[in-house]
């Protein structure tokens, strides 16, 4: 294997993009580390060719805060944020002006461009996703005793699905989409239940009152958002991050509902590996019960 390869599997490994969740996370850092963040950002070349103490020097900061910067991205330490920079440098960018949408465009365009969308909110997200917040949420679901999702309007799309899925191999799930019933639901829960909220902005009233009473009831509280630092994170024990670009006029791309659902996704399939030997039998009776529903087919 080359040294080449060698990095790029050392990139798959840690899961980040460096740049990205740079960017991503620049708004909740702190003064000092913001300094280092922009530089990084602004001169990602020259940083690889910079000696801890001569970034630090240029940054005006200590060493330590180019550590924990490093920390908060989700690198081990300044050498392997340069070793990971320099195999991004080497890969193409996506261009957002590639996928944006527009009047005046053909069907076979608009529909290429919704799938580009898709795809390449997909990908932001991945490489923003702190796999060890993942390991995190999946431990605490495989325990579970009940599961609360709280969302409104067309972000309760992936919540009902993910429900169906965690009740298919026997949880207690609720993914109401009235928010009055939501609150009701926080007030019920209690230690040893998690909650689940999705909330793009960080910042839907409902959603976020529900995982407040929650949270104060005892239970692991789990939310999916592309803030930060908002209301709804303040009462988060777990915070996966969804990093969305909307091309549409009307800022409502359904895009960043299929991130959602990805996420959620790869949740399930990691309590599903921790659950008991039996799981994936007990899920295929299930599947094979709901045959019931299917019309025979005729080409077997």
Partial sequence: MTEWEK????????????????????PSLTAAEKRVAEFVLASPKEVTRMSLKKLAARCECGEATI????????????AELKSLLEVQLRMPAIQEESVRLSTGQGMGEI????????ILNLRRTLEVAAVEE???????LSTANKICFFAIGDAMFPCSYASLRFRRIGYDCYADSDADVQIVNACNMKEGDVAIAISHSGRTKQVVEAMRIAKGQGAVT?????A???ELTKYS????YNVTTDTTVDKEIIARRVAEQAMLDAVYMGVLQKMESNSFARLQEVS????VNKLPDKNV
């Fill in 134 to 140: 993942y390991e995190n949420a999946c431990e605490v």
């Fill in 7 to 26: 990095k790029q599997m050392g990139m798959i490994e840690n899961g980040r993009n460096i740049l990205a969740t740079t960017r991503f996370l620049l």
């Fill in 288 to 291: 094979e019960n709901l045959k």
């Fill in 111 to 118: 529909v290429e461009r919704v799938f580009e969308l898709n």
């Fill in 228 to 230: 930060g630092k908002s």
């Fill in 67 to 78: 550590v924990r910067l490093c920390k908060t991205i989700g690198v081990s330490g300044y």
């Fill in 237 to 240: 024990d777990i915070v996966l």
């Fill in 222 to 226: 789990i939310c999916i958002t592309k």
